[in-house]
């Protein structure tokens, strides 16, 4: 008589497996929540980011108009227009007049940066009365760089 | 006797197994909906995103005026606001564009506020402004 071999599950097979099925499904539950959850962090910080950027940049645009109508009211004497274009600072403190007519204004954008726009300031009577040469988002905190570290080795 | 009593133990474990997996499942299972729809929102949330800086751009980089930009660009007027919809995925996101324009001889400074919704969420409020002086209007 050849019996053929039975294959029995043993009692515990099932809790085994059971076990091991839950802690796979609550790994992936956690770390595809963990993922979601960083995102939709990640999201809230660039849009706090964008939005300090374009109040910022309305805050510009609005100096830049002011600026504008000083000039225009200033006419076209040559004298009267300088001595106007170096009281444009009293317009708003955040105005930065340079000698050789160029116009700083600063705006921060969160802690760490600023939206700088430069103004160059024509000559009276020419149009356009200033030109954009700058309007960019600068870093406005040092960056230390991390040097406790030996990556590479120069032979 | 071992006989009986071997059947007996194993389907008391596979009930006990199976009530322990519906409860740890139904556990997960809520994980997953939770993270699914953090992870919609995020999605929702990016696409007002993109959506906002696409139109403040495209409105600084323009020069026609305002209520001529925002209806080239689809808005249709409902009072003092311009609104249209928009599709992210599957969701339909409402943008609302209220302002200003305030000419101050020189020029005109168009004050925009862009506020973009999903349903009743309040998604993103951005203001969008350009001055245009006078010799670069069309």
Request: hydrophobic content about 45%.
């Amino acid at each position: 008589m050849n019996r053929s071999p039975q294959y029995r599950v043993g009692i515990g097979a099932s809790s085994i497996l059971m076990i091991f099925v839950v802690l796979c499904l609550t790994t992936l539950g956690v770390l595809s929540f963990a993922t979601a959850r960083a995102n939709l962090q990640l999201t809230g910080r660039r849009q706090v980011q964008v939005e300090a950027y374009y109040t910022a940049a309305a805050e510009a645009q609005a100096l830049i108009a002011e600026i504008d109508a000083a000039l225009l009211e200033a006419g076209e004497d040559p004298d009267t227009y300088d001595a106007q274009v170096l009281t444009l600072s009293d317009i708003d403190s955040r105005i930065v007049v340079d000698a050789d007519r160029t116009v700083s204004l600063s705006f921060p954008v969160g802690d760490s940066q600023a939206l700088r726009v430069r103004l160059a300031v024509a000559e009276a009577g020419d149009t356009p009365r200033y030109t954009v040469r700058t309007h960019a988002l600068v870093n406005v905190v040092d960056w230390q760089p991390d040097n406790s570290m030996t990556l590479r080795t120069q032979e | 006797m071992n006989g009986t009593r071997r059947p007996n133990s194993m389907l008391v474990e596979l009930v006990i197994v199976i009530l322990f997996f519906a409860i740890s499942a139904s556990v997960i299972l809520q994980l997953f909906v939770a993270a699914g729809a953090r992870s919609a929102q995020s999605t929702t949330d990016t696409a007002a995103l993109l959506m906002a800086e696409d139109f403040a751009e495209r409105f600084a980089a323009s020069k026609l005026p305002a209520d001529s930009f925002l209806e080239a660009d689809g808005f249709a007027q409902d009072g003092d606001t311009y609104m249209r919809t928009a599709e992210a995925g599957k969701r339909t996101l409402t943008l609302a564009v209220t302002g200003e324009n305030e000419d101050t001889g020189a020029g005109v400074l168009d004050a925009l506020h862009l506020a973009i919704h999903d349903q009743e969420r309040a998604v993103l409020t951005l203001p969008v402004s350009r001055y245009l002086p006078r010799e670069d209007m069309p």
